[in-house]
């Protein structure tokens, strides 16, 4: 089915014919952005129309992309450490409440302590990643996690 770009009708068939040429082009430049913008310049007015439209299709992410983002980020934000090293600082925060602990299993402490502060920013940072992915206010993603129950023990 033809196309009217800024007033010119275009077939898909010339839009394809145009954009083939284009590539073809291309691969004669060394710096691909140098490329496009000098194959930009040469095309008449009507035909930017679609070459823009085109451009904004092929710059939106696909749906699978998007799912895979937010896996890897609902994976950070979901991460609580293994049981038995949860067990080890609960230990380790209980004694230190009653000044039993050695230096070393202060050190240790302090370890575990400084890994889960590093982790609390790691999910801040994916919590803001999600929510501009999803285009939704961070206070109300954060909520709607809290709501859904943790494969784990908090961190």
């Avoid at 291309?26 to 310049?41: E, G, V």
């Avoid at 000044?99 to 590093?118: F, M, N, R, V």
Wanted: aromatic residues 4%.
């Amino acid at each position: 089915m033809p196309t009217r770009t800024a007033g010119v009708l275009c077939s898909p068939a010339k839009i394809a014919s145009s954009l083939d040429r284009i590539v073809f082009e291309m691969t004669s430049f060394p710096n691909i952005r140098a490329q496009a913008i000098a194959l930009i310049d040469r095309l008449p007015t009507e035909r930017l129309t679609a070459v823009v439209q085109l451009l904004e299709f092929l710059a939106e992410p696909s749906e699978q992309t998007i799912a895979s983002q937010e896996a890897s980020l609902l994976q950070i934000i979901q991460y609580c450490l293994p049981v038995e090293e949860h067990k080890r600082l609960k230990s380790l925060r209980d004694r230190c409440e009653w000044s039993e602990l050695t230096e070393a299993e202060q050190q240790e402490l302090i370890g575990y302590e400084d890994l889960l502060e590093q982790q609390r920013v790691e999910r801040l940072e994916a919590l803001i990643q999600l929510a501009k992915l999803r285009n939704i206010d961070l206070t109300i993603l954060n909520n709607e996690l809290k709501e859904e129950p943790l494969p784990c023990h908090a961190i």
